[in-house]
C-alpha cells in the first residue's frame, strides 16, 4: 500500500441531494452530456492505470459493492462503471434506495448487476462471488450512526463485525482475496494533535467506531495468516456533496445522522429549521466549528485507486 496511486478525476461537487437550481429537463440534459465528457475521463483514467500496475487486467473483471446503494455505495458504482469495470452492488436497502443504482446506470450509460441480500447471510454471498464471478470486493455496507450506536451497541457488532466476518469467509471460499474495506476516522478518538494521520493513536469513544477498528485489527490478522490477500483500510470523516449530475447524493430513510442531509432538507422545505447545538466552544459565538470533510466520489476515487494500485 505504499505504492498506492489515486488517480484524481476533477469535477465540481453539489451539496446535498438533488440540484435545488435545476428543473427535470435540465438534470436529464446534464446527465445526457456527463455521459461523453466522463466517458473520456474513464478512457484517461484507465490508460493511467495500465502504466501503473505490472499485470494486465481483464476486461471483465467483476467489483463486489457492499452498501452499493447507499450514499457512497452509489458514487463508487459510478467510478467503478465510468472506469470500465463491471459491477455487482450487494444491499439489504435498510438505509438505502434501489431508485439511486437505476440512476447510476442512467448516468453512465452501463448496466450493474443488483443483489438484495445481506452481508451476514454468508451463503447468499458465497453464490453471489461465485455466480457473478467476483475478483475484488469494495465493502461499504454496515450501520454508521454514533449516537444509535451507543443505544444499540449489540446490533453494530451482529451488523459490522460478524456481518464482516461472514463476507471475508465467503470470499475465502470462492477464492476471492482482493477487498478494500471502508473503515472511519473514528478509530481515532479524541484528537490527541490536528490534523490527524496514520500515526496518530487509535482509541475510538463509541461503539460504532470499536466495530471499525475490531474489523481492521481482524482483517490485518487475516493478511499476516494468508500474504496473499490484498486489503485496504480507508479512514475518513463524513463525506458531503453529491454527483455533478444531481441524480445521485444524500437522501437517508427516516431521521439523518449526519449535518448535510439536514441542511438540504431545509433548504428544500422537507423540515422547519436546522438547529445548531453547543453554546460553550471556544468559537466567536460558542457553537462548533468542524471543517473536515470529503466528496463521496474522492471517496469513490479512493476505493477504485486502493482496488487495484499497490
Known amino acids: 500500500m505504499d505504492d498506492a496511486t489515486i488517480v484524481s478525476l476533477d469535477g465540481p461537487f453539489l451539496a446535498g441531494g438533488r440540484h435545488p437550481r435545476c428543473s427535470q429537463s435540465e438534470v436529464a440534459h446534464k446527465a445526457q452530456n456527463l ?3 466522463r466517458a473520456r475521463l474513464a478512457s484517461n483514467v484507465v490508460s493511467h492505470c495500465t502504466k501503473l500496475v505490472e499485470r494486465k487486467r481483464k476486461v471483465s473483471e467483476m467489483i463486489l459493492v457492499t452498501g ?21 452492488a450487494v444491499d439489504n436497502l435498510c438505509n438505502s434506495n434501489k431508485a439511486s443504482l437505476d440512476r447510476v446506470q442512467s448516468i453512465c450509460g452501463r ?56 463476507l471475508v469467509s465467503a470470499m475465502k471460499r470462492a477464492n476471492v482475496k482482493t477487498l478494500v474495506f471502508s473503515s472511519s476516522a473514528t478509530v481515532y478518538g479524541i484528537p490527541r494533535y490536528l490534523p490527524l494521520d496514520e500515526k496518530h493513536p487509535l482509541g475510538p469513544t463509541n461503539p460504532y467506531g470499536r466495530t471499525k477498528l475490531v474489523i481492521e485489527e481482524m482483517l490485518k ?23 455533478e449530475s444531481g441524480l445521485v447524493g444524500e437522501d437517508p430513510l427516516g431521521v439523518p445522522s449526519n449535518l448535510l442531509p439536514f441542511v438540504a432538507q431545509v433548504a428544500i422545505g422537507r423540515r422547519e429549521k436546522l438547529l445548531i447545538w453547543g453554546q460553550d466552544y471556544d468559537t466567536p459565538d460558542g457553537t462548533g466549528i468542524r471543517d473536515e470533510c470529503v466528496a463521496p466520489a474522492e471517496t469513490a476515487r479512493c476505493a477504485y485507486g486502493q482496488s487495484w494500485h499497490w
Not at 68 to 88: F, K, M, N, P, T
Open 35 to 37: 455521459h461523453a465528457s
Open 68 to 88: 452499493g446503494a447507499g450514499y457512497i455505495g452509489s458514487h463508487v458504482c459510478i467510478a467503478l462503471l465510468d472506469a470500465g469495470l463491471e459491477v455487482v
Open 221 to 243: 490478522d487475516l493478511y499476516r495468516s494468508d500474504d496473499d490477500w490484498r486489503i485496504g483500510n480507508l479512514r475518513y470523516f463524513n463525506p458531503v456533496g453529491a454527483h
Open 111 to 166: 448496466t450493474l448487476v443488483f443483489r438484495h441480500a445481506d452481508i451476514r447471510n454468508e451463503e447468499v454471498i458465497y453464490d453471489v462471488l461465485r455466480a457473478c464471478g467476483v475478483t475484488a470486493v469494495i465493502h461499504l455496507a454496515g450501520l454508521k450512526a454514533v449516537g444509535d450506536s451507543n443505544v444499540r451497541p449489540m446490533t453494530y457488532y451482529e451488523n459490522n463485525v460478524l456481518g464482516t466476518m461472514r
